[in-house]
């Protein structure tokens, strides 16, 4: 493939990327919308689900949001019976707090997912399993080289 050629197909895979990025962030808004979450407590929702439990310092660090403006998440999504917050017994600092998501309510996030999950499914059985590693691959660099440019990097 000439280099022009490889040019447009790397614009076209970094349009579609933002593409991806805008209709996910739609299909997000929309589940959240009808579980009755704002975006940004469905985002942090989303995140201790990934990555919980959590203490909140390291949920504000991933979500890249301030400690005061995460308490309000926390507390709506508490409310609403979407997470805990359990103290930690082992820590030196006993007001530590862990996050952690409620299974019995993130069923309701998953069914309404679904289409989006058996949708991908299809589109996967469409490859072979050399290509799914090849895809695989793309996107784990992808998601690495969007961690590293949305991390603060100390100023010289």
């Given at each position: 493939?000439?280099?022009?050629?490889?040019?447009?197909?790397?614009?076209?895979?970094?349009?579609?990327?933002?593409?991806?990025?805008?209709?996910?962030?739609?299909?997000?808004?929309?589940?959240?919308?009808?579980?009755?979450?704002?975006?940004?407590?469905?985002?942090?929702?989303?995140?201790?689900?990934?990555?919980?439990?959590?203490?909140?310092?390291?949920?504000?660090?991933?979500?890249?949001?301030h400690p005061?403006?995460?308490?309000?998440?926390?507390?709506?999504?508490?409310?609403?019976?979407?997470?805990?917050?359990?103290?930690?017994?082992?820590?030196?600092?006993?007001?530590?707090?862990?996050?952690?998501?409620?299974?019995?309510?993130?069923?309701?996030?998953?069914?309404?997912?679904?289409?989006?999950?058996?949708?991908?499914?299809e589109i996967?059985?469409?490859?072979?399993?050399?290509?799914?590693?090849?895809?695989?691959?793309?996107?784990?660099?992808?998601?690495?080289?969007?961690?590293?440019?949305?991390?603060?990097?100390p100023e010289?």
């Amino acid at each position: 493939m000439g280099s022009g050629a490889k040019r447009r197909l790397t614009a076209q895979i970094k349009d579609s990327l933002r593409e991806l990025s805008s209709q996910l962030t739609l299909l997000n808004q929309q589940v959240g919308a009808q579980v009755d979450l704002r975006p940004a407590d469905f985002e942090c929702l989303e995140l201790i689900n990934q990555y919980g439990p959590l203490s909140p310092t390291a949920l504000a660090r991933r979500a890249g949001l301030h400690p005061a403006t995460l308490t309000g998440i926390l507390d709506r999504l508490q409310r609403g019976g979407w997470i805990t917050r359990e103290r930690d017994p082992d820590a030196p600092d006993r007001r530590a707090v862990t996050l952690r998501a409620r299974r019995d309510r993130n069923a309701e996030v998953y069914r309404l997912y679904a289409p989006m999950n058996t949708s991908l499914d299809e589109i996967c059985d469409t490859y072979t399993e050399a290509e799914l590693h090849l895809v695989a691959d793309f996107l784990t660099r992808t998601h690495t080289a969007a961690q590293t440019a949305t991390t603060p990097h100390p100023e010289p």
